[in-house]
Structure formats: structure tokens, C-alpha cells
């Protein structure tokens, strides 16, 4: 199956102007993840 290099989520509810933090931790198709990333985005 081929993977996407990127992912595009929607986010509702969002208010521009506003700051966010995103947390993502990768799992693969065997159940093990990824140690956990954060990105801070917004004003």
C-alpha cells in the first residue's frame, strides 16, 4: 500500500489568531511507535 509523504488534517473549530501545539507519535503497521514530536503553530 503506498504511504503519503504528507497528511493534511483538518482542523475544526480553529480560531485564527490563536496558538496551537500539535503531538504526533508515528505507529507503524507492526503497533510499535514513535517517541512523541510537538510542533507549535498560530500567532
Known sequence: ???P???DIP???A???SRYVARVIAIDAY???SAAVSL???K
Request: glycine content about 22%.
Open 1 to 3: 500500500m503506498p504511504r
Open 11 to 13: 482542523v475544526t473549530g
Open 5 to 7: 509523504n504528507t497528511l
Open 40 to 42: 507549535t503553530f498560530g
Open 31 to 33: 503497533g510499535n511507535a
Open 15 to 17: 480560531v485564527e489568531g
